[in-house]
């Protein structure tokens, strides 16, 4: 099965294991999932790096390599992916997650996320 994994989970899977859920992890270490990355989540970890945020201390540029390294899969943000977004209910506000969410409904991939308010859209969302 292919996940496409939130940014605070992609964090957590690279950076500090232990935040993440039974389930989560259950998931991660499944072999036959394909885990992907967005390069919205680098945008995302970039911007909030860079205006200091605690919780986003990572250099995007050695996630990504070590990503690209342990197997994940890059998925690049696309106009499809982008003119997406106006087809989800209001039920979230962050652009990031938005995009995240635009592009698992578009490629059929199942989004993995710790935020419950992102869990609540209809379809391929899981809550781990």
Request: hydrophobic share 45%; proline share 6%.
């Amino acid at each position: 099965m292919k996940f496409l994994l939130d940014t605070q989970i992609l964090l957590w899977a690279a950076g500090q294991p232990e935040h993440l859920s039974t389930a989560a992890r259950r998931i991660l270490k499944q072999e036959q999932n394909q885990l992907l990355f967005s390069a919205a989540s680098l945008w995302e970890i970039a911007i909030k790096n860079t205006l200091g945020r605690e919780d986003f201390r990572v250099d995007p540029r050695l996630l990504r390599r070590g990503l690209l390294d342990n197997g994940y899969i890059e998925l690049p943000v696309s106009s499809q992916h982008a003119v997406s977004i106006d087809s989800l209910p209001p039920l979230h506000k962050d652009p990031f997650d938005r995009l995240l969410l635009a592009q698992a409904f578009t490629e059929g991939i199942t989004l993995l996320t710790a935020d419950a308010q992102l869990a609540r859209y209809p379809g391929p969302v899981r809550k781990v």
